[in-house]
C-alpha cells in the first residue's frame, strides 16, 4: 500500500506572534488565519530491505538510516522527516523500525512566511497515520507536529501553524497556558470569501532569513516589557477586531484593521521590515492598495495585500518592476488528507 497526503498552507491574517511561547503562555494568544491552495506533498510507501528512506525533492536532498547501524546517513539535514519517523517509530511501534521510503515537497520554499515546515510535518505524520492505522485525531496530530518541530529540533516558532494545516479553512485559534489550544472554525458566507479572494494579491518578497531573530526579539520583549509588548497585545486585540470584520463581511473594516496590526507589529522588532518591504509598501500604496502585512514572522517571505477589487489590477501592475513575483492563489477550506493506492 502506498501512502498519498497533502496540507495546506497557511496565510497568517490577525494575531501572528501572539501564538508564541512565553507570550501565549502568560497572556494567552490569539490568530485569525485561513489556508491557500499551496501544499506540502508526502508520498510514504513501504520499501524491501533494510533501511529508511528520506527524499525532499523540492530542495533535492536525501537522507536514510540503515537499520542495525549507529550511524547511516548521508545528509543530515532533512532534521524534520528524521524526527517525524523518530516519533512514531517510539510512540507507536515499540521502537522497532520499519523500512519505508518517504518523499516530500512543498509548493512554496522554506522561509515563505506560510508555515511550509509545519505542513509538512502535519502531512508526513497523517501519512504515517493511514499506514500504521494509528488512533490520532485532529489535535492529538497538531500537538505532536509542535512537540516535534519545535521541542525535538528545537525550531523557533509559534502554534498557528500546525493546527491551522490540519484543521484548515478559515479559523480564530485561542492559546493559553499548559498547551491549551482551541481551534474555532469560522463559517463566513460564499459572497464574503469571494469579495475577500477579490480583494487579495499575494506578493512573493523572496525568503524571509530574519524570522529567528524576530522570534527571539520578540521573547526578550516579552520579558522585558516596555512598548514591544503593548504592541503584541495590540496583536492580539487586532485578533479580535479583524475576525469581527470578516464575520460580518466588512472587508473594508478589515483591511484597514490590517494596517494598524502590521503597524503594531513592526513595533515587536527591528527586523520585521527592511528597505524592500518599505519599499514595496510605498509602491503598492501609491498604486491604490489599502494595507498590506507580511505573512509569518517577517523580514521576507509572503505579503498579503488588500485593496479595492476594481484597483486590483493596478496594484498587480505596479509591481511588475519590483523584485519578486505574484502568486495567484484560493482560499481552501480543508485540511491535511490523505488516501492510497
Not at 496540507?7 to 494575531?15: C, F, M, V, W
Not at 536525501?62 to 548521508?74: E, H, V
Not at 475577500?196 to 524571509?208: E, M, P
Request: glycine residues 10%.
Amino acid at each position: 500500500m502506498k501512502v498519498r497526503a497533502k496540507a495546506p498552507l497557511r496565510l497568517g491574517i490577525a494575531g501572528g506572534g501572539t501564538d508564541v511561547s512565553p507570550f501565549s503562555d502568560i497572556h494567552g494568544g490569539a490568530v485569525l488565519n485561513t489556508t491557500i491552495n499551496l501544499y506540502a506533498h508526502v508520498f510514504l510507501e513501504p520499501i524491501e530491505g533494510n533501511r529508511v528512506e528520506f527524499v525532499a525533492k523540492d530542495v533535492g536532498k536525501s537522507d536514510f538510516i540503515q537499520m542495525g547501524k549507529k550511524k547511516s546517513n548521508n545528509d543530515v539535514s532533512l532534521i524534520l522527516h528524521r524526527a517525524v519517523y523518530k516519533s512514531v517509530i517510539n510512540k507507536f511501534n515499540n521502537g522497532n523500525h520499519i523500512p519505508v521510503k518517504l518523499t516530500t515537497f512543498c509548493d512554496a520554499p522554506p522561509g515563505s512566511g506560510l508555515g511550509s515546515s509545519s505542513a509538512l510535518v502535519v502531512c508526513m505524520l497523517e501519512a504515517f497515520k493511514e499506514l500504521l492505522s494509528l488512533p490520532l485525531g485532529e489535535y492529538d496530530i497538531a500537538k505532536l507536529a509542535y512537540q516535534i518541530e519545535r521541542i525535538d529540533c528545537e525550531l523557533a516558532g509559534g502554534k498557528q501553524d500546525q493546527y491551522a494545516a490540519v484543521f484548515g479553512g478559515f479559523n480564530f485559534i485561542e492559546f493559553g497556558s499548559n498547551d491549551l489550544v482551541v481551534v474555532n472554525p469560522l463559517r463566513i458566507r460564499r459572497h464574503i470569501i469571494n469579495e475577500l479572494q477579490a480583494s487579495t494579491i499575494l506578493f512573493y518578497t523572496g525568503a524571509s532569513r530574519e524570522s529567528a531573530q524576530i522570534i527571539e526579539d520578540q521573547v526578550g520583549h516579552i520579558k522585558s516589557g516596555g512598548k514591544p509588548l503593548e504592541a503584541m497585545h495590540k496583536i492580539k486585540e487586532s485578533a479580535y477586531l479583524l475576525k469581527a470584520s470578516l464575520l460580518k463581511g466588512s472587508i473594508s473594516d478589515l483591511a484597514h484593521g490590517l494596517k494598524a496590526s502590521w503597524e503594531a507589529k513592526k513595533a515587536t522588532s527591528d527586523a520585521i521590515s527592511n528597505d524592500q518591504i518599505l519599499n514595496l509598501e510605498e509602491c503598492i500604496m501609491s498604486a491604490g492598495a489599502i494595507s498590506m502585512k507580511i505573512s509569518g514572522a517577517g523580514g521576507g517571505g509572503f505579503m498579503m495585500i488588500l485593496t479595492m477589487p476594481e484597483l486590483k489590477h493596478n496594484v498587480i501592475e505596479s509591481l511588475k518592476n519590483q523584485k519578486g513575483k505574484v502568486v495567484n492563489f484560493e482560499f481552501t477550506s480543508g485540511g491535511v488528507s490523505t488516501w492510497t493506492i
